[in-house]
């Protein structure tokens, strides 16, 4: 099942239309904070029926209440730096209030001279995990999503802190549509790619990474219990504008596209670019 968040309420992606469902849940962290899983959607009435270009997407998750993230977590990405192979997951949290909607414009603050894009796989748990085993963390996760983990390179340098490098408004666009676990073809090979102005730059698997998502989140999870609701950024695999020492500029458009969902766009701005409704990226509490 695949699921967005409108501003009409939430829907189930069927047959490449939009079916809107009667449901009071305003967006599915929601139904996560309260279910533990999406499948209470499966049963929803439809209320009607309409084109999923005629819809308008919003933060599917409402504002997480934890995004975590990790460093160089693929293969690709360590070979590409000479870095060696980390022995333990380089974890971070990232400020929620960064996280913003998809098709948002991102305004990148004057200060900053050298942001990057980084598709990745996001991972949303359904049902709280702490101290779990390998073999639990599957069975907890309510859907995988696309992210795009924005970086202030120049800032990750200079201070070395990739929670004030990541936690800018807007630095975490995700969405749009969730995808439920048992949807996946192969989870142990879910595929990313990133794309700039048409341009494709990243395309690798989640099979390349060098935690995969259950050892990921069972590490994590023996030092901080996850919550339904919370996010987990899945690391980025070779081909950032690092890599390339080629950074975003104004009027860039970033496009992730992870497997089972839609695919993620963001347009990158100045704020001299940026018209009074661009700097309202973030999504509201609930």
Same mark, same amino acid.
């Given at each position: 099942m695949q699921v967005v968040t409108t501003l009409a309420g939430l829907g189930r992606i069927e047959d490449g239309s939009l079916a809107l469902l009667d449901t009071a849940f305003p967006h599915v962290g929601a139904v996560l904070e309260q279910e533990g899983s999406l499948q209470c959607l499966t049963s929803c009435a439809v209320l009607r029926r309409i084109p999923l270009d005629e819809a308008t997407l919003t933060a599917p998750l409402g504002r997480p209440r934890a995004v975590w993230g990790v460093g160089l977590n693929y293969r690709s990405k360590a070979a590409r730096t000479g870095r060696g192979l980390p022995e333990q997951p380089i /974890?971070? /949290?990232?400020?929620?209030s960064g996280a913003s909607a998809p098709g948002a414009q991102v305004v990148i603050p004057e200060s900053v001279t050298e942001p990057d894009y980084e598709g990745e796989i996001a991972i949303v748990v359904g049902r709280r995990l702490y101290r779990a085993t390998e073999s639990e963390v599957w069975p907890a996760i309510a859907a995988i999503t696309a992210?795009?983990?924005?970086t202030a390179r120049d800032v990750?340098?200079?201070?070395?802190?990739?929670?004030l490098a990541k936690s800018y408004p807007g630095f975490t666009p995700l969405g749009p549509s969730l995808c439920t676990p048992d949807d996946l073809a192969d989870r142990d090979a879910i595929r990313v790619r990133t794309r700039v102005n048409g341009k494709l730059l990243q395309d690798d698997t989640s099979a390349g990474m060098i935690f995969p998502v259950p050892d990921l989140l069972s590490r994590l999870s023996w030092f901080a219990a996850l919550e339904p609701g919370d996010v987990v950024l899945t690391g980025t695999p070779a081909g950032t504008g690092q890599d390339r020492a080629c950074f /975003?500029?104004?009027?860039?458009?970033?496009?992730?596209?992870?497997d089972g969902v839609l695919p993620l766009v963001t347009r990158i701005v100045r704020p001299s670019d940026a018209s009074p409704r661009d700097l309202r990226l973030t999504a509201p509490a609930s």
């Open positions: /974890l971070y /949290l990232a400020a929620s992210a795009n983990d924005m990750m340098r200079t201070t070395g802190t990739p929670a /975003l500029a104004d009027g860039d458009e970033v496009r992730v596209e992870v």
